[in-house]
């Protein structure tokens, strides 16, 4: 197992944001992607943005160009920028990483969006 550590979330009105940071504390080995999935109410879990070493980026059509994904290589850590913030955000956030081809899992951070 790896912890992640994920900060950021909480609840904001339409239109504004919010920003979440997720650490792999205790990884010993090279991180191939990091990122965020997310799942609301009755849904299924759903890539938010993931964000590879050497800085590429894949992303939902529903984030582009509201959501910015970033990583510290150095920390281990990623960022995700979330703006314009819809209610269909809401959801409970969680961060992975990809440690050859095995996925690690955060415990999820609630983010709502709620007038």
């Known amino acids: 197992q790896v912890p992640l550590v994920e900060s950021g979330g909480g609840s904001v009105q339409p239109g504004g944001s919010l920003s979440l940071s997720c650490t792999a504390s205790e990884s010993r080995f090279s991180i191939n992607s990091m990122g965020w999935y997310r799942q609301a109410t009755g849904k299924g879990r759903e890539l938010v943005a993931g964000?590879?070493?050497?800085?590429?980026?894949h992303s939902a059509d529903s984030v582009k160009g509201r959501f910015t994904i970033s990583r510290d290589n150095a920390k281990n850590t990623v960022y995700l920028q979330m703006n314009s913030l819809t209610p269909e955000d809401t959801a409970i956030y969680y961060c992975?990483?990809?440690?050859?081809?095995?996925?690690?899992w955060g415990e999820g951070t609630l983010v709502t969006v709620s007038p």
């Open positions: 964000i590879t070493t050497d800085g590429n980026i």
């Open positions: 992975y990483i990809d440690i050859y081809g095995e996925y690690y």
